[in-house]
C-alpha cells in the first residue's frame, strides 16, 4: 500500500498549472514561517565554482579572496540563510594547512601551495559573525583526475597510498573495500574537528561511483567479501565507514552535527521508478538504513529533479526520517539556461512542499546561483520565503538538556536609534560555556519566542547586542534573550516586564 504522504506528493506531482505566472503568483503568498528550520547552501571550492575567483599570492589578492567570501556571505545573511556548506575538502586535496594532505589548487592557482591566511578559519569567524553555521563539506572517496595524480602534491594519496586507489573512467577513487579507508578519511575528520570551531562535517560522495559494475575492486573483493554477495558487501562497505566516521567525530565533539548528501531517490517506490539512479541500489548507499541505526544526524539529498521525480520521493525521505534531519537538495543550478532552464516556479515549487511535509530544510546547489539571483530566485527567497530568521533544529538525541537562562538583562539607550542589550552569560552541561544567543522584539507581553517574527538576532557568541529600533517601528518594544547550546537546546527567555520607550516618544 501506498503511503498517505506519498500519495499527496504524487498528486502534486501530476497536478498541471494553468500558467508559470498563476502558479507563481499561488506559490508566493504569504505562508507560514517556522522557526527552526535549515536554510543552507552548497558554496563549492572545486575549480573555483563559486569561490575564489582572486587566488591568494600575495596580501593584496588574499584581501581580495577574502573579500569575495564575505560579499557571499552578506548575501546569504541577508536572504535568511543559516547554514554553509563548505567544500573544505574537494579531490584529495584541502583549503586548510593539513598534516595528512595537500593544498587544493583553487586557493593559489598552484597545486600544493600554502596562501598567506587560513581560509577555513577565516571562513568559520566569518559565518559565526552572521549567526551561520559552517560545516566542513568532506568530498571522502573521489580524489584527483587520473591526468594530475603526479601534480597533486608530496602528501597527495599518489604519492603516499598508491595501493589504496582504484582507477574508473579516468578518476582515481578510494576503495571503500579496504579496511584502511575508513581510518584514513576518519583521520582528516579529527585534524578539521579537532582543530576547527566547525559546526557540521558533510560527506559528499561517500559512495560507489557511477558505472558502479565496472569498478575495479574484484581483487579487494576476493580478500575481504567472505562468501557476501557482492552488492551487500558494497553497501556494508559504506556504512561501515559512515559509522566509523560518525562515532569518531562524536568522541571528539558530540554537537558536531554528521551528515551527507546521498543520491536525491534512495530506491523505487511503488509507484513510482527511480529509473535506475538510487541511492541503495545504484552506489550501494543505504542512506535511511544510517538514519535507524542514528549513525547521521542528517542527510541532504541531492533531488535534482522535478515533478513527479521529486515529490513523491522527497515524501519518502521524510517518512523514514527516523527522527533525524532530512533537508531536501535543490537543484537551483538547473535554473541557469545554460543548465536547464527550469521556470523559478519549479524551485518554488519544491521549497515550499518541503515546509507542508515537515522537513528540517533546503539546501541550495549552489551558492553562486543562489546570490547572483538566477531567475529570482535570491528575490523570492528575501521577499517570500526566509523573510525571518531561523534558528537550526536542534539535535536533542546528542543532547536534550538547555542551557541555564541568560539573567540581569539590561537595557540602554543609545544615539541615533540604538539600544544596547546586556546581559549575564550562560553555562551548559555539555560545552561548558560555548553558549550562543537568541533575542526576541514584540509590542506584546510576555514576548512569543515560539514566533520567528519576533526573533531579531541569532546564535549571538557575546552576551551583548546592539539593537537597531528602526527594525521595528513601535511606541513601545518588549525584549527577550534566550541561551542557546551547541546542540540547538533553547533556554527559556530573560525578559524585562516593561516596554523599552525611546525618549523621543516618551512625552506622547
Not at 171 to 198: F, H, M, N, W
Request: with cysteine; proline share 5%.
Amino acid at each position: 500500500m501506498i503511503r498517505k504522504h506519498t500519495i499527496i506528493a504524487a498528486l502534486l506531482g501530476l497536478c498541471s498549472m494553468a500558467s508559470t505566472a498563476k502558479a507563481q503568483q499561488l506559490y508566493m503568498a504569504d505562508m507560514t514561517h517556522p522557526k527552526r528550520e535549515i536554510r543552507a547552501v552548497w558554496l563549492t571550492t572545486l575549480k573555483s565554482l563559486d569561490w575564489p575567483q582572486t587566488k591568494a599570492t600575495d596580501a593584496a589578492s588574499t584581501e581580495r579572496q577574502k573579500r569575495e567570501l564575505t560579499d557571499i556571505l552578506d548575501r546569504l545573511q541577508a536572504a535568511g540563510f543559516n547554514q554553509v556548506m563548505l567544500q573544505t575538502r574537494a579531490r584529495g586535496a584541502g583549503i586548510y594547512p593539513s598534516e595528512i594532505e595537500p593544498w587544493y589548487y583553487s586557493i593559489t592557482g598552484k597545486y600544493d601551495t600554502a596562501p598567506p591566511y587560513d581560509p577555513l578559519a577565516f571562513a568559520i569567524e566569518e559565518c559565526h559573525k552572521r549567526g551561520m553555521e559552517l560545516h566542513a563539506w568532506v568530498v571522502t572517496l573521489p580524489c584527483f583526475d587520473a591526468s594530475e595524480a603526479k601534480k597533486v602534491g608530496r602528501k597527495s594519496l599518489w604519492n603516499k597510498k598508491r595501493s589504496w586507489l582504484r582507477l574508473h573512467d579516468e578518476k582515481y577513487y578510494l576503495d571503500p573495500g579496504l579496511p584502511q579507508v575508513a581510518d584514513y578519511l576518519a583521520s582528516i575528520c579529527t585534524e578539521i574537528v579537532s582543530r576547527y570551531d566547525i559546526d557540521g562535517i558533510h560527506f559528499d560522495y561517500i559512495r560507489y561511483p557511477e558505472n558502479g559494475k565496472n569498478f575495479p575492486d574484484d581483487a579487494t573483493y576476493k580478500q575481504y567479501g567472505k562468501g557476501q554477495n557482492k552488492a551487500d558487501w558494497r553497501r556494508d562497505n559504506v556504512t561501515r565507514i559512515v559509522r566509523h566516521l560518525y562515532t569518531t567525530i562524536k568522541n571528539i565533539k558530540p554537537w558536531v552535527k554528521v551528515s551527507s548528501s546521498p543520491v536525491g531517490k534512495y530506491s523505487d517506490l511503488a509507484r513510482f521508478s527511480a529509473k535506475g539512479w538510487n541511492a541503495r541500489n545504484a552506489v550501494s548507499q543505504d542512506a535511511q538504513l544510517w538514519l535507524r541505526e542514528g549513525i547521521h544526524d542528517a542527510i541532504y539529498p541531492m533531488m535534482y529533479f522535478r515533478g513527479n521525480n521529486f515529490f513523491p520521493f522527497a515524501a519518502d525521505w521524510q517518512e523514514n526520517a527516523s527522527g533525524r534531519m532530512v533537508v531536501a537538495g535543490l537543484g537551483t543550478y538547473f535554473l541557469d539556461k545554460r543548465e536547464a532552464g527550469w521556470p523559478l516556479v519549479d524551485i518554488v515549487r519544491e521549497f515550499n512542499f518541503t515546509r507542508q511535509i515537515g522537513m528540517a530544510g533546503t539546501c541550495h546547489f549552489r551558492s553562486k546561483y543562489v546570490t547572483e539571483n538566477q531567475s529570482g530566485i535570491y528575490d523570492y527567497l528575501k521577499q517570500y520565503g526566509q523573510v525571518y530568521p531561523a534558528l537550526v533544529p536542534a539535535m536533542t538525541w546528542v543532547d536534550n538538556v538547555a542551557p541555564s537562562a541568560p539573567i540581569n538583562l539590561r537595557l540602554t539607550a543609545q544615539t541615533k536609534g540604538m539600544m544596547h542589550l546586556a546581559w549575564d552569560a550562560s553555562t551548559d552541561d555539555l560545552s561548558g560555556n560555548d553558549v550562543r544567543y537568541n533575542v526576541y522584539a514584540s509590542t506584546e507581553w510576555p514576548v512569543d519566542i515560539t514566533r520567528a517574527e519576533n526573533l531579531v538576532a541569532t546564535a549571538l557568541r557575546t552576551p551583548s547586542y546592539d539593537y537597531n529600533l528602526r527594525q521595528k517601528v513601535a511606541r513601545g518594544l518588549y525584549i527577550a534573550v534566550t541561551a542557546m547550546d551547541r546542540c540547538g537546546n533553547e533556554s527559556a527567555p530573560a525578559t524585562i516586564d516593561q516596554p523599552y520607550v525611546p525618549k523621543n516618544l516618551q512625552s506622547r
